[in-house]
């Protein structure tokens, strides 16, 4: 008895797959690419009467044949791995179109075992279905369930290792396609089996059809031997010309008909329905929720009370985090000596990662508001009401599912939304689409708007953020409609799209989706940006300042400070740089309001001048009630710190730009000037080409790199809001500048791969002007009225 069972789920999309694999393995899942390409491989693990099952969760698909990447992928997993069976998750409630795949595995011959999903939805609609006899009818074992709800999926798990015990072959159950195309089927598999480049994993009657179907893959197959290619191309031409005189149809479509014929002949014998003519309540919903009037509202309002719920609900854990952070910053700056390794740690991994990391509240929250949409089946109806805007734009109605894959929603991924355009077959409606695909707000950007939407926009955060969703969808729009008009000028083609029926989710398969998407982005942080972050650490670190430059400034310090205790206005007050260090703590435990003078007896007189300093900054004292002399002394206190803060930011500024990325940074300022970015900021949004998060992590080392105080750190968010050299016009330009600017590598490389070097380095050229002449008119436009 083989000890390890190995199934492959195949099934439709929306059948639920998704569903009974996250059911069925929980959270023993693992994530990699099916190998040589980049479509993603779910498997997982599970121990059922002491048997370990693997699961392997295919691409979904509606058929076998080699029209896309998916369906390619997992026909070729199911003849090349040979699994022990073959799961096919079927939608009870539209049984003669999930059977289509069924048919298929069928003809392959391969072992099958038919899940039978959502009977509450089908029984909900007056669909009764036999199960016994539709396995009598199919050949194939038959398991009613409810997947969402767990029930059956026991049962399905009993059926497979009772199935996988008897070892079941391979061996094709072909069905009758009419007379000529069975007749042909013959003569090809007969010439199949007697060339000598008979590949025996493929059954030769199975290739026979599949040439007949113009199977791309099957057909280059068969060409390795010109003469057996010429001889059974002859045959396939002989049929073509037949069916299209005597029937006026092809074969792939006579095929397909008589497939579907088998099926209807089954469902006849099995289903049963109650009500034969009723709307389901799919239906009913779908006549609010896709009106072509009310349909957008509700849409709009929708995203609107999805970005208000994420930023209301993560706003506190986010202030915990950076608590956390900050706390571990003082903490490092307590116990590690002054010098590179407290630099490093601090700057480049707390800096950096802590920055990255304190937004995990935020994409968590807002991966579950997304999970309800895709679960709930809402997402679909959101493709189909973008599909009446698209069109318009020149994009084709597929189009969308990339774009809401790419962060259309807000979260997504460009690299799946490159993937996710194969479906379109128009080359141009392609190109299009994965052009306009960076523009759209994923969920490495997010990290870079909540940021700055925390510090400039806090009043304002759903709104700004969805501004910025209706943003993106402009420019991208606009921006396909600009190159549909020049360089990828052409037809529209038609667009059929599936809406599944709207279920309940449940809260097991939201925690799922929304832990693997989370925990994605964590690893990535832990990983990919930790690595980013210690090397742009490093560039904004070395060769820093020269001996004699340290020497320099420490000079004019000690000058600075000589002259301020030789001031007339501290003569008797302060007298040394120990009290400038006790005042110092002093102003900053009274800013806080922790420290009344009464608790400084030993030096009245400094803690009177501390106390009148912090009420001074605030504009609380009363100078009626206060002494001259502690006035006097405060204010030129505040002067003298102000410069010192001045001088000391000189120098960190200086040491910085004296780093090989501040060289680089200085140098693009020629052309960033007009939009208002400093050498950090570029440096950052070189950082930004690599992965989109990286621009706030190495936001967060270029603004804490220095001389730290352990009691005067604070979330990055403070420090810009606190910089002088940042406001709100600011922030905009340089959210909608990260929005449009660059794609990353990894999406670069997944343009490439879909095209050649040239569209992919248009890619990059097109986003960067784009990003610039946008921000520009935003920065001018602000400028002039007066933000």
């Given at each position: 008895?083989?000890?390890?069972?190995?199934?492959?789920?195949?099934?439709?999309?929306?059948?639920?797959?998704?569903?009974?694999?996250?059911?069925?393995?929980?959270?023993?899942?693992?994530?990699?690419?099916?190998?040589?390409?980049?479509?993603?491989?779910?498997?997982?693990?599970?121990?059922?009467?002491?048997?370990?099952?693997?699961?392997?969760?295919?691409?979904?698909?509606?058929?076998?044949?080699?029209?896309?990447?998916?369906?390619?992928?997992?026909?070729?997993?199911?003849?090349?791995?040979?699994?022990?069976?073959?799961?096919?998750?079927?939608?009870?409630?539209?049984?003669?179109?999930?059977?289509?795949?069924?048919?298929?595995?069928?003809?392959?011959?391969?072992?099958?075992?038919?899940?039978?999903?959502?009977m509450d939805t089908a029984e909900s609609r007056g669909i009764i279905i036999d199960a016994e006899a539709?396995?009598?009818?199919?050949?194939?074992?038959?398991?009613?369930?409810?997947?969402?709800?767990?029930?059956?999926?026991?049962?399905?798990?009993?059926?497979?290792?009772?199935?996988?015990?008897?070892?079941?072959?391979?061996?094709?159950?072909?069905?009758?396609?009419?007379?000529?195309?069975?007749?042909?089927?013959?003569?090809?598999?007969?010439?199949?089996?007697?060339?000598?480049?008979?590949?025996?994993?493929?059954?030769?009657?199975?290739?026979?059809?599949?040439?007949?179907?113009?199977?791309?893959?099957?057909?280059?197959?068969?060409?390795?031997?010109?003469?057996?290619?010429?001889?059974?191309?002859?045959?396939?031409?002989?049929?073509?010309?037949?069916?299209?005189?005597?029937?006026?149809?092809?074969?792939?479509?006579?095929?397909?008909?008589?497939?579907?014929?088998?099926?209807?002949?089954?469902?006849?014998?099995?289903?049963?329905?109650?009500?034969?003519?009723?709307?389901?309540?799919?239906?009913?919903?779908?006549?609010?929720?896709?009106?072509?009037?009310?349909?957008?509202?509700?849409?709009?309002?929708?995203?609107?009370?999805?970005?208000?719920?994420?930023?209301?609900?993560?706003?506190?854990?986010?202030?915990?985090?950076?608590?956390?952070?900050?706390?571990?910053?003082?903490?490092?700056?307590?116990?590690?000596?002054?010098?590179?390794?407290?630099?490093?740690?601090?700057?480049?991994?707390?800096?950096?990662?802590?920055?990255?990391?304190?937004?995990?509240?935020?994409?968590?929250?807002?991966?579950?508001?997304?999970?309800?949409?895709?679960?709930?089946?809402?997402?679909?109806?959101?493709?189909?009401?973008?599909?009446?805007?698209?069109?318009?734009?020149?994009?084709?109605?597929?189009?969308?599912?990339?774009?809401?894959?790419?962060?259309?929603?807000?979260?997504?991924?460009?690299?799946?939304?490159?993937?996710?355009?194969?479906?379109?077959?128009?080359?141009?409606?392609?190109?299009?689409?994965?052009?306009?695909?960076?523009?759209?707000?994923?969920?490495?950007?997010?990290?870079?708007?909540?940021?700055?939407?925390?510090?400039?926009?806090?009043?304002?955060?759903?709104?700004?953020?969805?501004?910025?969703?209706?943003?993106?969808?402009?420019?991208?729009?606009?921006?396909?409609?600009?190159l549909r008009a020049t360089v990828l000028k052409g037809p529209k083609t038609s667009f059929v799209m599936?809406?599944?029926?709207?279920?309940?989710?449940?809260?097991?398969?939201?925690?799922?989706?929304?832990?693997?998407?989370?925990?994605?982005?964590?690893?990535?942080?832990?990983?990919?940006?930790?690595?980013?972050?210690?090397?742009?650490?490093?560039?904004?670190?070395?060769?820093?300042?020269?001996?004699?430059?340290?020497?320099?400034?420490?000079?004019?310090?000690?000058?600075?400070?000589?002259?301020?205790?030789?001031?007339?206005?501290?003569?008797?007050?302060?007298?040394?740089?120990?009290?400038?260090?006790?005042?110092?703590?002093?102003?900053?435990?009274?800013?806080?309001?922790?420290?009344?003078?009464?608790?400084?007896?030993?030096?009245?007189?400094?803690?009177?001048?501390?106390?009148?300093?912090?009420?001074?900054?605030?504009?609380?004292?009363?100078?009626?009630?206060?002494?001259?002399?502690?006035?006097?002394?405060?204010?030129?206190?505040?002067?003298?710190?102000?410069?010192?803060?001045?001088?000391?930011?000189?120098?960190?500024?200086?040491?910085?730009?004296?780093?090989?990325?501040?060289?680089?940074?200085?140098?693009?300022?020629?052309?960033?000037?007009?939009?208002?970015?400093?050498?950090?900021?570029?440096?950052?949004?070189?950082?930004?080409?690599?992965?989109?998060?990286?621009?706030?992590?190495?936001?967060?080392?270029?603004?804490?790199?220095?001389?730290?105080?352990?009691?005067?750190?604070?979330?990055?968010?403070?420090?810009?809001?606190?910089?002088?050299?940042?406001?709100?016009?600011?922030?905009?330009?340089?959210?909608?500048?990260?929005?449009?600017?660059?794609?990353?590598?990894?999406?670069?490389?997944?343009?490439?791969?879909?095209?050649?070097?040239?569209?992919?380095?248009?890619?990059?050229?097109?986003?960067?002007?784009?990003?610039?002449?946008?921000?520009?008119?935003?920065?001018?436009?602000?400028?002039?009225?007066?933000?």
């Amino acid at each position: 008895m083989k000890q390890k069972i190995t199934i492959a789920l195949s099934g439709n999309p929306n059948a639920g797959k998704t569903t009974v694999f996250n059911a069925i393995t929980g959270a023993h899942q693992h994530i990699a690419n099916y190998p040589g390409v980049t479509v993603e491989k779910k498997y997982g693990t599970v121990i059922h009467k002491g048997r370990e099952i693997e699961v392997v969760d295919l691409p979904g698909t509606y058929s076998l044949t080699a029209y896309s990447l998916e369906e390619l992928v997992a026909r070729n997993f199911v003849i090349d791995e040979r699994p022990d069976l073959v799961v096919d998750i079927v939608d009870a409630s539209s049984l003669d179109r999930h059977l289509y795949l069924a048919v298929q595995f069928k003809e392959l011959g391969v072992p099958l075992v038919i899940a039978l999903n959502m009977m509450d939805t089908a029984e909900s609609r007056g669909i009764i279905i036999d199960a016994e006899a539709l396995s009598s009818q199919f050949g194939a074992p038959v398991v009613p369930m409810v997947a969402r709800s767990n029930k059956g999926i026991q049962d399905l798990l009993d059926k497979v290792v009772a199935l996988a015990d008897e070892k079941p072959r391979w061996e094709a159950a072909p069905i009758s396609y009419g007379m000529d195309i069975d007749h042909a089927i013959s003569k090809i598999s007969e010439i199949i089996e007697a060339s000598r480049i008979y590949d025996k994993k493929y059954p030769s009657w199975w290739r026979a059809l599949k040439c007949l179907e113009m199977d791309s893959q099957i057909t280059d197959l068969l060409n390795r031997d010109p003469e057996l290619g010429q001889e059974i191309k002859a045959i396939c031409e002989d049929i073509y010309k037949h069916t299209m005189s005597t029937l006026e149809e092809e074969p792939e479509a006579i095929i397909a008909d008589h497939r579907y014929g088998y099926i209807a002949g089954i469902t006849k014998k099995v289903v049963k329905r109650k009500i034969e003519s009723r709307i389901n309540l799919s239906d009913k919903i779908d006549k609010v929720l896709t009106n072509r009037i009310i349909g957008p509202f509700i849409m709009v309002a929708i995203l609107y009370g999805m970005y208000s719920f994420t930023f209301w609900a993560s706003e506190l854990p986010i202030l915990c985090l950076e608590a956390f952070f900050d706390g571990l910053t003082r903490i490092v700056l307590t116990v590690v000596p002054e010098g590179i390794v407290q630099s490093l740690i601090v700057s480049g991994m707390i800096g950096g990662v802590g920055g990255v990391l304190g937004f995990v509240p935020l994409i968590m929250f807002m991966f579950f508001a997304i999970a309800i949409m895709e679960d709930s089946g809402y997402m679909a109806r959101v493709a189909y009401m973008l599909d009446r805007v698209l069109r318009w734009f020149g994009l084709h109605g597929n189009s969308v599912i990339a774009l809401i894959v790419s962060g259309g929603i807000s979260g997504g991924c460009a690299v799946p939304g490159v993937m996710a355009t194969r479906v379109l077959r128009d080359p141009k409606e392609r190109l299009a689409t994965l052009l306009v695909i960076p523009f759209m707000n994923c969920g490495a950007k997010l990290p870079v708007y909540a940021l700055l939407i925390g510090a400039f926009f806090s009043g304002d955060k759903a709104r700004i953020m969805f501004i910025l969703t209706l943003l993106s969808w402009l420019f991208a729009l606009f921006a396909a409609k600009v190159l549909r008009a020049t360089v990828l000028k052409g037809p529209k083609t038609s667009f059929v799209m599936e809406l599944p029926p709207y279920r309940a989710p449940t809260l097991r398969g939201l925690l799922i989706h929304t832990w693997e998407r989370t925990w994605q982005y964590i690893k990535k942080a832990g990983t990919v940006i930790l690595a980013l972050s210690v090397v742009l650490w490093a560039m904004m670190t070395f060769p820093g300042l020269s001996e004699k430059e340290i020497a320099g400034f420490e000079k004019t310090r000690k000058e600075m400070t000589e002259t301020f205790l030789r001031s007339p206005e501290v003569k008797g007050l302060i007298t040394s740089e120990k009290d400038i260090a006790a005042l110092n703590e002093m102003v900053r435990a009274g800013v806080n309001g922790e420290t009344p003078p009464e608790l400084f007896p030993n030096n009245r007189d400094l803690a009177m001048v501390a106390q009148t300093a912090s009420e001074l900054k605030h504009g609380e004292t009363d100078r009626q009630k206060r002494d001259e002399r502690y006035l006097k002394a405060a204010s030129h206190y505040r002067a003298f710190r102000g410069r010192i803060d001045y001088h000391d930011r000189l120098q960190q500024q200086t040491a910085l730009k004296g780093t090989i990325a501040g060289w680089i940074g200085e140098r693009l300022e020629t052309i960033t000037r007009p939009l208002g970015f400093e050498y950090r900021t570029n440096i950052a949004l070189l950082g930004g080409f690599a992965a989109k998060e990286v621009v706030v992590s190495t936001l967060g080392t270029a603004y804490s790199l220095g001389e730290v105080d352990p009691e005067q750190t604070g979330s990055l968010s403070e420090r810009l809001k606190n910089d002088p050299g940042w406001n709100p016009l600011q922030a905009f330009t340089l959210i909608v500048f990260t929005m449009l600017y660059v794609p990353c590598i990894a999406t670069v490389i997944s343009i490439r791969r879909e095209t050649s070097w040239a569209w992919a380095g248009f890619s990059i050229l097109f986003n960067l002007v784009a990003a610039y002449a946008v921000s520009l008119c935003i920065r001018q436009v602000g400028l002039a009225l007066g933000f």
